[in-house]
């Protein structure tokens, strides 16, 4: 008896329940990395400076429920977003899978630990500089960082393909973005 592909695999972002959705979030605290956009060219910097919304400890919001009520410029992920916003981590599930890509094997739902995400050096955990509230805005000029816009080495196996080897490296978070659900949609 074959299993059932795994719904990443058979749905559309737009087709999941609230709960595939959420699940997607692989939290690695990317998108909660405050993000400078040039007014001229449109180009996007990651600092690694978070959300004051971030908890270090966790890698994820303190108040997932009310963050776009405290947080002004909180993104809030939807399908729609997801097919606009193009600073999206390029190892970000929401990412990975509008574009017809499967799952990395250190992403939770294949792993079955949020561990693999650490150690796939893909989370922010221990490279955030602080929060937000700490810096003014040109002091955020000298926290860019270009290491969220990239793949960490050996990351981009996929549950079928071959595995790289997995070594723990350095994250640093950046806030200004939030965690996507279906429930944001609104519909």
């Given amino acids: 008896m074959q299993t059932p592909a795994p719904f990443w695999r058979t ?37 690694d ?43 970000c599930a929401y990412r990975l899978v509008r574009e017809g890509k ?17 150690s796939a050096g893909i989370s922010v955990h221990g490279r955030v500089a602080g929060l937000e509230s700490e810096f003014g805005l040109f002091e955020l000029v000298d926290h860019i960082v270009n290491w969220p816009a990239r793949w960490p080495r050996g990351a981009k196996g996929t549950q079928t393909g071959a595995r790289a080897p997995v070594k723990r490296a350095r994250t640093r978070a950046k806030p200004g973005a939030t965690k996507p659900g279906p429930a944001d949609t609104g519909a």
């Fill in 11 to 47: 749905k559309t972002l737009a087709t999941m329940t609230v709960e595939e959705w959420e699940s997607l979030c692989d939290g690695c605290g990317r998108c909660c990395l405050v993000k400078l956009e040039d007014e001229d060219s449109g180009a996007v910097a990651y600092t």
């Fill in 102 to 118: 499967d799952l990395p094997f250190w992403h939770p739902l294949v792993s079955g630990t949020r561990d693999t995400v650490v």
């Fill in 49 to 91: 400076v978070a959300c004051r919304l971030f908890d270090a400890g966790s890698c994820r919001c303190a108040d997932y429920p009310n963050r776009s009520e405290i947080v002004e410029d909180c993104v809030r992920l939807t399908p729609e977003a997801v097919e606009s916003i193009g600073w999206l981590p390029p190892t």
